[in-house]
């Protein structure tokens, strides 16, 4: 499926009201709740339908310093869950396009997934506070922020599905053993955003990355199920280099995706 430009996004949202920015968690009260977390380096939300929907989920968020008239995501994130029992993951993520956040994501399939949807553009992203961002539009469901929660995860995954560059990673030099799976979205801004798994020397991981000014960064998501390495890694420490087939990375890791 042909990406879409950012520049698309006018004809995708008509909201006028300003949201509200992110800022710091001093002083906030969290949600408490038992269980799963998506680890110290992205927020940890629930899902809530805005409809009557049954159903769980978690949204494992990564933010940004982006502004009104950049092209940095204001918010990045990996879900999964279910709704009635079908179960579904995915990759997003969120643009200003004015003072409004406009959200792309996509459907992870193919590793016995029930749902299998395109997000182009369609979902309309209000940061309500630091602990609560509510998506309307194709979906209708509020993300609110605990430390924790009593969630299950889904297997990890092997395959990414149609609508994302799916690359197989390898160490770059040789070096470490190992082998992994990079989901690089398309919608949106295309290779903006990624979620990736696998392992190195047999201990596993996974992560959600992005950019913001300074460039490419990615924090681990280190919850049960998704792997015990559990490291953070800033803006601009790694370095996105296309070359055919696809990219190698640099920088604080030395990989190699195709």
């Known amino acids: 499926m042909k990406s879409l430009a950012l520049g698309s996004m006018v004809a995708l949202s008509t909201a006028t009201s300003a949201f509200a920015q992110i800022s710091g968690l001093?002083?906030?009260?969290?949600?408490?709740?038992?269980?799963?977390?998506?680890?110290?380096?992205?927020?940890?939300?629930?899902?809530?339908?805005l409809d009557n929907r049954q159903g769980q989920g978690i949204r494992c968020v990564k933010l940004s310093?982006?502004?009104?008239?950049?092209?940095?995501?204001?918010?990045?994130?990996?879900?999964?869950?279910?709704?009635?029992?079908?179960?579904y993951r995915h990759v997003g993520q969120a643009f200003y396009?004015?003072?409004?956040?406009?959200?792309?994501?996509?459907?992870?399939?193919?590793?016995?997934?029930?749902?299998?949807?395109?997000?182009?553009?369609n979902l309309k992203v209000q940061i309500i506070?630091?602990?609560?961002?509510?998506?309307?539009?194709?979906?209708?469901?509020?993300?609110?922020?605990?430390?924790?929660?009593?969630?299950?995860?889904?297997?990890r995954p092997t395959t990414c599905g149609g609508y994302f560059d799916e690359y197989k990673v390898s160490d770059l030099t040789g070096n470490r053993n190992g082998e992994g799976l990079r989901c690089v979205l398309r919608v949106g801004l295309k290779n903006t955003t990624w979620f990736g798994n696998g392992n190195w020397e047999g201990s596993t991981y996974s992560h959600i990355g992005t950019r913001s000014f300074?460039?490419?960064?990615?924090?681990?998501?280190?919850?049960?199920?998704?792997?015990?390495?559990?490291?953070?890694?800033?803006?601009?420490?790694?370095k996105l280099t296309p070359v055919t087939g696809g990219f190698d990375v640099t920088g604080a890791w030395s990989e190699k995706w195709r």
């Open 129 to 155: 506070n630091p602990a609560t961002i509510r998506v309307t539009g194709a979906w209708n469901e509020v993300w609110q922020l605990v430390n924790t929660t009593n969630y299950k995860p889904l297997p």
């Open 65 to 87: 310093e982006a502004k009104p008239g950049t092209k940095i995501p204001k918010l990045a994130w990996y879900g999964e869950g279910n709704w009635g029992g079908a179960t």
């Open 26 to 49: 001093q002083n906030l009260h969290l949600t408490q709740v038992p269980g799963f977390s998506c680890g110290p380096h992205t927020r940890t939300y629930i899902v809530k339908p």
């Open 214 to 238: 300074n460039g490419y960064g990615a924090g681990d998501i280190c919850g049960n199920g998704f792997g015990p390495i559990c490291n953070n890694f800033g803006w601009g420490s790694l």
């Open 97 to 121: 396009l004015g003072y409004n956040l406009v959200g792309f994501a996509s459907d992870i399939h193919g590793n016995g997934e029930n749902i299998n949807n395109n997000f182009p553009g």
